[in-house]
């Protein structure tokens, strides 16, 4: 048995719906930031639907101790996006729970995602760039404004150092209506990075 059917069997990994983006500006991952983020692109691996294997995978990293998988799964976004990584200089962060959460659940998803990707990629991984200030509670359930007004302040950069004059990548799990990325995105900017690329491990589509 090879390392990937530890975590899902051959045929399942080749089904995997993936979005096969080539443009990390002309995707609808990207599309989601049109007019409210600048100077940034973004990527996304896999498409995520409701009743979907992607859905089943995600639920099984968050909520059946799927720490493997997680790594797994970022190990293969880096693969798929060779061609979208930064030049020298560039770092992966993940965007951050709140402690709380942490503590309940025991790790960060985004951060095992970023780990696996770090070590197919190279690319140095750096947690806690940001911090969660307060838990706005789950957002799986949330409309779109009620996703932006619960978290649009909840995110601040304390490691500016970190960032400034990097090719900063930003990951997380799924990127649904993009209210948790920008959130994250306005205050990593605000530490002059030499450029943002969000890289959300799923799309969600209906």
Known sequence: MGRAELYMCLICELSLPRTRFNSMTENEAHDVFKGRLENISCLA????????????????????SGQDLA?????????????????EGGILTAVP??????????????????LGFSEVSGILFVENILERSFHSGTQTKKKRYERWSGISDSFVLIKEEAVRGKHVILLDDVLTTGATLEACS?????????????FPLCLSIR
């Open 45 to 64: 691996f896999l498409y995520f639907k409701k009743g979907g294997i992607v859905r089943n995978l995600i639920h099984a990293v968050k909520y059946d």
């Open 97 to 114: 729970l709140h402690r709380k959460k942490q503590k309940l659940r025991g790790y960060n998803q985004s951060s095992l995602i970023g």
């Open 71 to 87: 790594k797994y799964l970022g190990s293969l976004y880096a693969m798929e996006v060779a061609w979208a990584l930064p030049p």
């Open 186 to 198: 306005r205050e990593i900017l605000k530490g002059n990075p030499a450029s943002l690329r969000l």
